[in-house]
């Protein structure tokens, strides 16, 4: 054999050799997401949740908008390494009718605020933040309002303390427009092309698999009933008393958001009259507020507020109040740096 050939052959294993030694080998399995699990109420109904985080963490209870299932905390996956960062454990709990959860028409937001103490004192957390998102801002107040001495901090998103109002109730609330996409879940959750969200790759198709999982899982195939249900609890609860609460109160609003069209300036401060409220207006800004600053509120969540998270001359900086119009003025980006590229 010529020398030259051998010398290619040598050198040909000892690059397979080479890059065999370097390849990664796991040492367990990667994970598809959390885990459902569940626990049983002394009559037998079983209460489906989930725990994703550092057990020593920061607990946080958060509930999905309208119609979500307890998987729809997927959706906060896209800032999961900021969040394990910050140390914030997440707990949700599922509602009544949506994904593995049995519909019992008898259940109220009472009940669903008993099923998440339930789960609280089986994972053995006495103090404990609550997150509440678009449809779940009331359960969230429900569950606040029980567990006043418990609550670390308080944090609503894209939702508003008039549901359950007589003015929001006498108004067409919209539930046959909902209920008509419930079998169309790409229509049930589908973000418009103008939403930021699309930057995120998977987002929206993770937000489409949500909708079918949350109305066709147990073969249910898009029964209107819980939704309907869900949306008739707002009115039946009507205005939840938050006005004994001292915990501290992080509201984000999109000033764009149609859904919130009516509230006024002091809405916030006047249902909860005893906390310290800090209200995040985003001008221009629709629906989707909760997931495009999910920075800021994790890092509210972390104890890092009430200043302000900003991209400003390519670096991620958080910024005092009283600093901040002249940051962005300064071309200054509110949230991570990833949103601007």
Same mark, same amino acid.
């Given at each position: ?11 040909? !294993? ?76 997440? !707990? ?40 509440? !998102? ?87 195939? &898009? ?54 409220? !800090? ?36 670096? &991620? ?25």
């Amino acid at each position: 054999m010529p020398k030259t050939m051998l010398f290619l052959i040598l050198l040909l !294993i000892s690059f397979v050799a080479a890059s065999d030694a370097h390849t990664s080998l796991n040492s367990s399995f990667d994970s598809l997401g959390p885990t459902v699990q569940n626990i049983e109420t002394k009559n037998g109904r079983k209460i489906h949740y989930i725990d994703d985080g550092n057990s020593k963490g920061i607990p946080v209870v958060f509930t999905g908008g309208l119609g979500t299932s307890v998987r729809a905390i997927r959706l906060l996956d896209f800032l999961k390494t900021m969040r394990n960062d910050l140390n914030i454990r997440m !707990i949700t709990v599922e509602r009544n009718g949506f994904g593995q959860t049995q519909f019992n028409p008898s259940l109220d937001m009472s009940n669903y605020a008993e099923d998440v103490e339930n789960v609280l004192n089986h994972l053995s957390i006495n103090r404990f933040a609550v997150f509440g !998102i678009s449809g779940g801002g009331p359960y969230t107040a429900k569950i606040a309002s029980r567990n006043k001495n418990r609550l670390l901090s308080i944090h609503m998103a894209a939702t508003s303390p008039l549901i359950g109002q007589k003015s929001w109730c006498n108004a067409d609330p919209g539930a046959s427009v909902y209920r008509d996409m419930l079998a169309y879940p790409m229509q049930f959750f589908g973000f418009p092309e103008s939403s930021t969200m699309h930057q995120i790759i998977g987002f929206q198709d993770t937000a489409f698999e949500e909708a079918a999982r949350a109305h066709n899982l147990r073969g249910q195939s &898009a029964d209107a009933a819980p939704l309907d249900h869900e949306i008739d609890l707002y009115c039946k609860e009507g205005v939840i008393d938050t006005r004994s609460i001292n915990a501290d109160v992080f509201v984000y609003r999109g000033q764009a958001d149609t859904l919130l069209k009516g509230e006024k300036k002091d809405i916030w401060a006047n249902s909860y009259p005893n906390a310290q409220v !800090i209200v995040r207006n985003y001008a221009e800004e629709g629906h989707d507020i909760q997931y495009r600053h999910l920075d800021q509120i994790l890092l509210d969540i972390a104890g890092r507020g009430p200043d302000v998270l900003v991209c400003h001359d390519g670096a &991620a900086q958080m910024i005092s109040e009283e600093n901040l119009a002249g940051v962005l003025k300064d071309r200054g980006k509110l949230g991570l740096c990833e949103w601007q590229n």
